[in-house]
């Protein structure tokens, strides 16, 4: 009821006032925010919350479910592209814990030694198949089977130690990943033939320094192929149409183009090229953001945004402001199923600069994404779009794209029913 009365006061006030009275709802808004709460920003987003339309008689999640079996996904392509991914962020796994982890299509066990050294090995060990993440603990550099006793270097997974043996077989071992800490998460190496690592993750210098500190994560899941969420950055068409009305107008598609919220709107100019050798493997997206409100610049919202894709699920959006400094987010996409991504956006900004500017520009990043994901959880995927010239981008990224492929890379079989994973 509040945000209908403000938005019918200003349309009532016109455009002449109009400006001054938007600058006064910001300016009580970010009151009540730093009044409210000086903690970072932390939203998740569950299985069906957001994305899905509602249905009469049914609950949000049974119209989720519905909507993913009553789904035809299309000619995916191969749904574990070769690259880094996140596994969970560094704090997320303290000295001597022990996690389960399952997602590309594999079962995980992540560990950190005592010296503060993280692993990643097959969940199951080769004795008689038991969970080392459930139940299973940390001894020295290794992980206790909870079954047996037995137990494997994190380093390169051979069995050091059978407590009812006098010898450990030479050929007694568990597969170990390769993987790396990074601006503050904890990454997997993935290929689909066991290859290793071709690239190294960027380290954002002003995190690992600490000048950039975190203000705010979110999360969510997303029933699409991995390849659709970056795919969008090559899609500047559709900036305009689903971006451009305000974020006053919240993220369910049905109510964003609103005559309520027509007052303000956001232009976007954009332009995405992938990157040369040795960097082939990145592409970069230049954004420039303004926003209007009844047709005049308010330059307080100019945005310079410069995202560096690296890899099939990892982006660096660097933001800079005139006078509200710089930050970035690290979005990471992991998927968990074929067609079901977790996407953890996470915040950094200058340590000078009051929190809420950051969190605010992370909560309109969650409303604009959010509105994304409605298009991508009810979409079908086509391997011969219909494009015309202005989309030549889309079709530049998908052989972009395509080198994250092998031969070997896991494919799906032709899907007859919906989304049953």
């Not at 993935?190 to 690992?208: D, I, K, L």
């Not at 689903?242 to 993220?251: D, E, F, M, R, Y």
Request: hydrophobic share 40%; aromatic share 10%.
């Amino acid at each position: 009821m509040g945000s209908e009365w403000c938005g019918a006061a200003l349309l009532a006030a016109g455009p002449g006032s109009g400006e001054l009275l938007f600058l006064l709802l910001i300016f009580l808004l970010l009151v009540l925010l730093l009044l409210s709460c000086s903690r970072p920003l932390v939203l998740r987003r569950g299985p069906g919350q957001v994305g899905y339309l509602p249905s009469p008689g049914l609950s949000r999640g049974e119209a989720a479910r519905r909507a993913r079996r009553a789904r035809r996904p299309g000619a995916l392509p191969p749904p574990y592209p070769n690259g880094w991914y996140r596994l969970l962020d560094s704090a997320q796994l303290p000295r001597g814990a022990v996690r389960s982890l399952a997602l590309l299509g594999e079962q995980l066990a992540v560990f950190r030694t005592q010296d503060g050294q993280a692993y990643v090995v097959d969940a199951f060990c080769p004795h008689l198949g038991a969970n080392l993440a459930a139940g299973g603990r940390v001894v020295g550099n290794c992980i206790e089977c909870p079954f047996h006793g037995w137990e494997f270097r994190g380093e390169d997974g051979k069995c050091t130690r059978i407590p009812y043996a006098e010898k450990v077989p030479d050929f007694a071992t568990v597969r170990t990943w390769p993987s790396c800490e990074v601006n503050g998460m904890l990454l997997l190496w993935y290929h689909c033939e066991g290859a290793g690592p071709t690239w190294a993750v960027p380290e954002q210098r002003e995190v690992a320094t600490k000048e950039w500190v975190f203000c705010g994560q979110t999360e969510h899941l997303v029933d699409a192929h991995i390849q659709e969420i970056p795919e969008n950055a090559a899609d500047t068409a559709h900036l305009a149409f689903v971006h451009g009305p305000a974020i006053l107008g919240g993220s369910d598609l049905r109510y964003t183009r609103s005559k309520l919220w027509d007052f303000m709107k956001h232009t976007w100019k954009a332009e995405w090229q992938p990157e040369q050798e040795p960097n082939e493997h990145c592409s970069r997206l230049l954004l420039q953001h303004t926003a209007t409100i009844f047709g005049k610049h308010i330059s307080l919202m100019d945005l310079t945004v410069s995202a560096r894709q690296v890899g099939p699920g990892l982006v660096f959006l660097l933001f800079e402001h005139a006078f509200l400094g710089r930050g970035i987010i690290l979005q990471t996409v992991t998927p968990l199923e074929p067609l079901l991504q977790n996407v953890v956006h996470t915040i950094y900004y200058q340590k000078n600069i009051p929190a809420i500017i950051p969190k605010l520009i992370l909560r309109a990043e969650c409303i604009q994404f959010e509105r994304d994901i409605t298009i991508w959880n009810n979409k079908q995927y086509l391997s011969k779009p219909l494009l015309v010239r202005e989309d030549s981008s889309i079709r530049k990224h998908r052989r972009w794209f395509a080198q994250f492929y092998s031969e070997k890379s896991t494919r799906l079989p032709a899907q007859k029913e919906g989304l049953d994973w």
